[in-house]
């Protein structure tokens, strides 16, 4: 067990945790002791995710949610009470990117559909950071205790070109983490955000890469000559989330920069 911070007394959940980098943030919150609620569409990664978790001597269970629907987080976490007591963390890990959002070589920006922006917004700010908030926050204000994470992006801070759906809607995330610390700040509940800079996972990955692992030219152009082993990793970036859960960290609108693996991330505190 992680004993730098405690989080024995804590009961963390994952708002996609099936993905990435929300399963590597909750193996490490379970490493540092907190009981962990998996939270996700996908069973069988978020199982996979429990029984890595579990596996190393934490506790944890999947719960099936769609963050994009009050009715199915309600549920969870009614669900997760039950099973563990009133949630202290939340991580809002959900996200990601859709194709139709994203403007190709040689695109128009004012032909870029509607429906498409839609969906990236829906996906990234309402059930990324909106929804849980909202359904969870609730019973931490009650008890005077609580740490909401958001996962932003460093897109959401320097707009990165042709995601420009993604990009703006991280950075309503980071807006709406700092609106929400500084209204909940007097309740005792921290809401903070993380930035991550770039580390492959499933969704970039051929974007980024060749299958032979050589980088694509888009991949190039994102990451320049970086070396390979210099990419920040998930499970190091997850090392953030134990520190923001913990009691260390005060609600503060500022921010600060971290090193992850050599690439670097923004927290928001």
């Known amino acids: 067990m992680n ?23 909750a193996q490490a919150l379970a490493s540092a002791g907190a009981k962990v609620a998996v939270v996700g569409r996908n069973e069988q ?3 996979n995710r429990v029984d890595a978790i579990t ?22 976490r009614d ?18 990117n859709h194709p139709d959002a994203t403007i190709p ?10 429906e498409a922006w839609q969906k990236v917004f829906d996906l990234n700010l309402v059930g990324g950071a909106l929804l849980p908030s909202q359904v969870f926050a609730p ?6 205790v609580g740490s909401i994470i958001n996962i932003a992006s460093m897109s959401g801070i320097i707009p990165l070109s042709r995601v420009v759906a993604y990009s703006a809607a991280k950075a309503a995330v ?10 909940w700040a007097t309740t005792g509940v ?44 998930p499970e190091e970036l997850a090392g953030a989330a134990i520190w923001l859960a913990s009691r260390q960290a005060s609600s503060f609108v500022t921010g600060q920069n971290i090193a992850v693996d050599g690439g670097f991330a923004s927290v928001t505190i």
């Open 45 to 47: 990664r978020g199982q």
């Open 105 to 114: 070589p040689g695109g128009d920006f004012c032909k870029l559909p509607g």
């Open 174 to 183: 980071i807006n709406l983490t700092l609106w929400l610390a500084r209204e």
């Open 3 to 25: 004993t730098l911070f405690d989080l024995s007394n804590d009961v963390a959940v994952v708002v996609g945790g099936t993905g990435e980098l929300g399963g590597h943030m």
């Open 139 to 144: 019973a931490m204000i009650q008890a005077g």
């Open 79 to 96: 669900a997760i009470t039950a099973w563990a007591g009133v949630p202290t963390v939340l991580v809002n890990a959900a996200g990601g």
């Open 190 to 233: 921290r809401v903070n955000a993380i930035s991550p800079g770039f580390f492959p996972a499933e969704q970039n990955k051929k974007l980024l890469f060749n299958d032979d692992g050589t980088y694509t030219e888009r991949g190039g152009q994102i990451i320049g000559h970086t070396p390979m082993e210099r990419f920040g990793k």
């Open 55 to 76: 596996g190393d001597g934490g506790t944890a269970k999947f719960f099936a949610a769609d963050g994009l629907v009050t009715e199915s987080l309600e549920s969870a």
